[in-house]
Nanobody
């Protein structure tokens, strides 16, 4: 059974940092493109960042450039999203997802999803 388990979310003050983890089981993340998405209340799910099988990375949010970094630890079969300088607008449920194809900002291109982890940025 292929599944992801996300962790690392929580409440943080503006300007703070969080590192989200996405641990895979039942498959090897190095063989897939893995993306991070987020969904704020009342909004559509949007792509944040993606890391391909070869390790190349794509950021989909202009607002996250220079603040968010995706990475992968093959030994731990885990993908991370390091988030720095967090802003209230970053508040959302964050999901990781995998596809056997290329990275895409479209959630419909992904086959396997985690349950999500809540990130709240507030003073």
């Amino acid at each position: 059974q292929l599944q992801f388990v996300e962790s690392g979310g929580g409440l943080v003050q503006p300007g703070g940092s969080l590192r989200l983890s996405c641990a895979a089981s039942g498959f090897t993340v190095d063989y897939y493109s893995v993306g991070w998405f987020r969904q704020a209340p009342g909004k559509e799910r949007e792509g944040v960042s993606c890391i391909r099988r070869g390790g190349s990375r794509t950021n989909y949010l202009d607002s996250a450039n220079g603040r968010f970094t995706i990475s992968r630890d093959n030994a731990k079969n885990t993908v991370y999203l390091q988030m720095n300088s967090l802003e209230p607008e970053d508040t959302a449920v964050y999901y990781c997802a995998a596809t056997g194809y290329y990275c895409s900002a479209s959630p419909s291109e992904y086959d396997y999803w985690g349950q999500g982890t809540q990130v709240t940025v507030s003073s």
